[in-house]
């Protein structure tokens, strides 16, 4: 029998109240903070992630589906949404609009990662993308978006992390400083961290082998070793931050897992929970755009795994609204009830009212079993008589009583019970 592939997952019809009220969420907030949809399509030319991500990084090194198309392309499944946001920016000539540009996307996102609870080879993300202002309000406004946003949610028990890891004239000689560290160390650093140190010594920091973690602890810090527009930035920022009242934890590992952030990187993530399970993260990155091909522009964003809101709605035991009742089923007896039961529903849809009909030639009570499990608020029964009598038997589901009604006036009786 086949099954849906690994690390990938059906969301069945009583999932989807979850997805539609994180969905309703996305909607809200993005309104109120002025951020305009973009969609981009699923997959994009590999380089376009290689060049974003980072050579070294685990997303290009083990994570991204890649695969060559009948032309000879090699293209890859979106692995994060930020790299095809800044393509559709510089391509569609958005430097143009007044900036910063806002945009917010909702997106299944593709990695080749060790399947787990929360972590899918297929997931979605909702991230938001503040393109073409340095400004620190710009960050403090994302990380503002992402906080609100969780919390308009329900979320309790969320704790905000937050860093500067500096920008290309101070992380340089802050790179050179945690090398000289490390290699103090090197003998005693997981074998993931000794390619680290060669190729990509900022994910030194987060590495989750406890030997290595120990050695983190006491390395040089990014924000000790910022120059000072990096300073200043970083400093007004945490000041905005105390003005829209959120809280936060300064955590000097906390790098991200790819190249392209400067200055600012934050993540959002359950309190009683380790790095694993992040409910969103993102910061600020300038050099990306103009790394793509574009003009020198900075940016900031963020991105929200759905999956694993929806796991923290679940564990926080947060309900959320049901998809709407059915209205009625129609049961019928017989070849004419069958005419009857038809023309009834077309006219009861018609005026926005939902309708199953059944269908085949089952016994009234197979007809009403069917109505219980589809949760139908009533039952309209059409048999011999109710034919002639242009009648239908309205059974209550709920209540249970049962009440004849007028076909023609079945669309006033069931409207007036909503
Ligand atoms: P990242 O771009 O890795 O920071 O991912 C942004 C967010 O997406 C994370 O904070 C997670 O909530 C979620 N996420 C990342 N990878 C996965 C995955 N493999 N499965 C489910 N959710 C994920």
């Keep these: 029998m086949y099954q849906a592939a690994r690390g990938t997952t059906d969301i069945l019809p009583e999932e989807q109240p979850y997805w539609r009220f994180v969905e309703k969420a996305i909607a809200d907030i993005t309104r109120?903070?002025?951020?305009?949809?973009?969609?981009?399509?699923?997959?994009?030319?590999t380089s376009l992630f290689q060049r974003s991500a980072g050579e070294f990084t685990d997303i290009v090194q083990k994570e991204m589906y890649t695969f060559d198309d009948r032309g000879g392309n090699s293209l890859t499944l979106k692995p994060e949404g930020t790299p095809a946001v800044c393509r559709?920016?510089?391509q569609h000539g958005m430097h143009n609009l007044p900036q910063p540009v806002k945009l917010y996307y909702v997106s299944p996102i593709f990695r080749y990662d060790r399947p787990q609870a929360g972590r899918?080879?297929?997931?979605?993300?909702?991230?938001?993308e503040a393109i073409g202002d340095d400004d620190p309000a710009i960050d403090a406004e994302v990380i503002d978006i992402a906080w609100r946003f969780y919390k308009s949610l329900g979320l309790a028990n969320i704790s905000l992390q937050l860093n500067s890891i500096g920008c290309k004239e101070c992380r340089p000689a802050y790179l050179n400083i945690l090398k000289k560290y490390y290699n103090k160390?090197?003998?005693n650093l997981c074998a993931d961290c000794k390619t680290?140190?060669?190729?990509?010594?900022?994910?030194?920091?987060?590495?989750?082998?406890?030997?290595?973690?120990n050695i983190a602890e006491k390395a040089p810090q990014s924000t000790d070793k910022l120059c000072p527009a990096c300073s200043a930035h970083f400093d007004q920022l945490q000041?905005?931050?105390?003005?829209?009242?959120?809280?936060?934890?300064?955590n000097h590992r906390l790098v991200r897992g790819l190249d392209y952030y400067t200055r600012t990187v934050f993540e959002i993530q359950p309190e009683d929970e380790g790095g694993q399970s992040t409910l969103g993260g993102g910061g600020r990155f300038d050099g990306l755009i103009e790394e793509l091909g574009g003009k020198p522009t900075p940016a900031a964003g963020f991105a929200a795994g759905i999956e694993r809101?929806?796991?923290n709605l679940k564990k926080q035991n947060i309900s959320v609204p049901m998809a709407p009742a059915l209205q009625v089923f129609i049961a019928c007896l017989g070849e004419k009830a069958r005419d009857e039961a038809i023309k009834l529903a077309a006219g009861l849809r018609k005026n926005g009212i939902s309708v199953v009909s059944a269908t085949g030639d089952k016994s009234l009570k197979a007809q009403?079993?069917?109505?219980n499990t589809l949760g139908a608020r009533y039952t309209a029964i059409i048999g011999e008589e109710e034919v002639k009598a242009g009648t239908v038997t309205l059974r209550d589901m709920a209540e249970g009583g049962q009440e004849s009604v007028d076909v023609k006036d079945m669309t006033g009786r069931l409207a007036s019970s909503q």
């Design 368 to 371: 009403l079993r069917q109505a």
């Design 120 to 128: 899918y080879r297929q997931h979605y993300q909702f991230g938001c």
């Design 196 to 213: 680290r140190l060669e190729k990509n010594p900022l994910r030194l920091l987060d590495c989750k082998q406890a030997s290595c973690q």
């Design 32 to 45: 109120i903070y002025g951020y305009k949809r973009i969609d981009t399509p699923i997959f994009e030319d």
């Design 185 to 187: 160390h090197a003998n």
């Design 239 to 250: 000041k905005y931050l105390g003005l829209l009242e959120i809280p936060f934890i300064i």
């Design 309 to 311: 809101i929806i796991l």
């Design 88 to 90: 559709a920016y510089i």
